[in-house]
C-alpha cells in the first residue's frame, strides 16, 4: 500500500502562484492531481506518466505544470496564474501502473486546500 502526502495549498490573490507536493511512500506509475470544489464533482487536472508523458485538462492548460522527481518518488503541481475557479480541494492520486491510473487511481492522498480570491 503506498501513501501519498500532499503539502503546498493555501490563500492566493488572482494570478498568484502556488506549488503542490506529493510524497509517496513508495514508486508509482501514472500520477496525477485531481480537484474538487463545493457542490461540484471531482475532475482531473493533470496527470503524469512514468514515462513523462503529461496531460492537463484544458482548463489549466498553459497555466499549470505537473512534474515528478522519481528519485524522490514525489509529485509536483506548479500553478501560475491563478484564477477564483480553481478554488477547490486538489487531491494527489497514482497507481502501480499507467493502465491501472487510466481505470482508477489506486491511491489518494488526503488533499490540500487552495483558494484563489478576487
Known amino acids: 500500500q503506498v501513501q501519498l502526502v500532499e503539502s503546498g495549498g493555501g490563500s492566493v490573490q488572482a494570478g498568484g502562484s502556488l506549488r503542490l507536493s506529493c510524497a509517496a511512500s513508495?514508486?508509482?506509475?501514472?500520477m496525477g492531481w485531481y480537484r474538487q470544489a463545493p457542490g461540484k464533482e471531482r475532475e482531473r487536472v493533470a496527470i503524469?506518466?512514468?514515462?513523462?508523458?503529461?496531460f492537463y485538462d484544458d482548463s489549466v492548460k498553459g497555466r499549470f505544470t505537473i512534474s515528478r522527481d522519481n528519485a524522490k518518488n514525489t509529485l509536483y503541481l506548479q500553478m501560475n496564474s491563478l484564477k477564483p475557479e480553481d478554488t477547490a480541494m486538489y487531491y494527489c492520486a497514482a497507481a502501480s501502473s499507467n493502465i491501472n491510473y487510466i481505470r482508477s487511481p489506486e491511491y489518494w492522498g488526503q488533499g490540500t486546500q487552495v483558494t484563489v480570491s478576487s
Open positions: 503524469i506518466y512514468s514515462d513523462g508523458r503529461t
Open positions: 513508495g514508486y508509482t506509475a501514472g
